[in-house]
């Protein structure tokens, strides 16, 4: 953490300011930003929340495959509900946290570690579940807020930690999501014995395949997030943002939509991972963006309202996922677009080439 008394970094800069009440042996040095032990320290913890708290709703395909299929819970069809539910809750609810320490910054760390407690208890009232809605308020409600607790205070210290390179650093944070999402399903694949990726069990694939595909998107996040991140602080986000929507859009309708069997899954896996999952590494610099039009808007709220508006995405995935499965049933067409699973593919292209938009804006000379 940046300090552990619970001021912040401007708080010791103000300190540092102020030489007539310190000597220059007695007054507090401040870690530089944006590199130096520290910084690269923090990085690497921040990396290790980001695995830990996230790796769980991004793998839940594991579990999810394993309820369908296993008594008290496989007639149930509310399964789909709790991974959508941990990751939408953990987003929509990041300005209330991030509000509140910002008011209260000296309750910061008390805040992570009520986090860590709430998420572990969760997970293992979890294990006692014997009804779907017991794993909705156990693996969904109570580990979004755990986890949102835990991990979204060391937002606002990424903020303090990196200024020039804050792309670059959150790409690094960010990767820890893919990274949590490459181990977990393999952990989870072996301790639950049974698991398939859906789009990949529909084309008669083996678990193994199936598993091994959501481990290699997860992992192009990976390289993804660093990437785009990188890229964000050199050149216009704008750009860098139309660049991950291209990318996502050809992935999909090009390669999921004509994907009958491993190979180019693999190779869509790969693709989307880097492009589409990516994305989210441009937040850092969107947010200088914003600060240029106005000065008073501080990292974390607007940080918070770009995620807040992620989890309504997510939490709407769940249901809307379910209905345009239903509805792809029926449709006649062929290679990827004919298992069901049409629908699906030409709704997601739909939203990741909307992604992109912000470049037509820009060309529009809009902003």
């Not at 991004?58 to 496989?74: I, M």
């Not at 939408?88 to 860590?116: D, E, S, W």
């Not at 009958?260 to 693709?271: G, R």
């Not at 379910?322 to 449709?331: E, F, P, Q, R, Y």
Request: one cysteine or more.
């Amino acid at each position: 953490m940046a300090s552990t008394s619970g001021e912040t970094l401007h708080d010791c800069e103000a300190i540092e300011l102020q030489p007539s009440k310190l000597s220059s042996s007695s007054r507090p040095k401040v870690p530089r930003p944006d590199g130096g032990k520290d910084a690269w320290l923090f990085l690497a913890g921040g990396f290790s929340v980001e695995a830990l708290v996230w790796g769980f709703p991004f793998s839940f395909g594991v579990f999810q495959e394993y309820y369908s299929t296993h008594e008290p819970f496989k007639s149930d069809g509310g399964i789909a509900i709790i991974g959508t539910l941990s990751a939408g809750l953990m987003y929509f609810m990041t300005p209330v946290v991030i509000a509140a320490c910002k008011r209260f910054p000296h309750l910061r760390q008390l805040c992570t570690f009520l986090g860590l407690i709430i998420m572990s208890l969760a997970l293992v009232a979890s294990s006692f579940a014997q009804t779907v809605w017991q794993l909705i308020i156990t693996q969904g409600l109570l580990y979004a807020l755990g986890g949102c607790m835990l991990y979204m205070p060391t937002m606002q210290y990424l903020d303090e930690w990196f200024v020039e390179r804050k792309g670059l650093a959150l790409g690094f944070f960010f990767a820890g999501t893919g990274v949590g999402g490459v181990v977990i399903p393999l952990v989870m694949n072996w301790a639950l014995h049974k698991w398939s990726a859906t789009f990949a069990h529909s084309l008669g694939l083996s678990q193994i395949a199936g598993s091994s595909t959501l481990s290699l998107l997860n992992a192009a996040t990976v390289v993804g997030g660093i990437l785009l991140g990188a890229l964000s602080d050199k050149y216009d986000v704008i750009n860098v943002m139309v660049l991950a929507s291209v990318g996502s859009v050809i992935s999909i309708f090009l390669i999921w939509g004509f994907s009958t069997s491993i190979a180019p899954l693999y190779v869509f896996s790969i693709i989307y991972g880097v492009f589409g999952g990516g994305f989210s590494s441009c937040w850092a610099t969107m947010v200088k963006r914003v600060q240029k039009k106005d000065s008073r808007a501080e990292m974390g709220l607007v940080f918070g309202a770009f995620a807040a508006a992620r989890g309504i995405g997510c939490i709407a995935s769940g249901p809307l996922t379910s209905a345009l499965l239903k509805g792809g049933k029926d449709w006649n067409a062929g290679a990827a677009y004919g298992t069901g699973y049409g629908l699906l593919i030409v709704f997601t292209g739909v939203t990741a080439l909307l992604g992109g938009f912000p470049g037509i804006g820009k060309g529009l000379k809009l902003y």
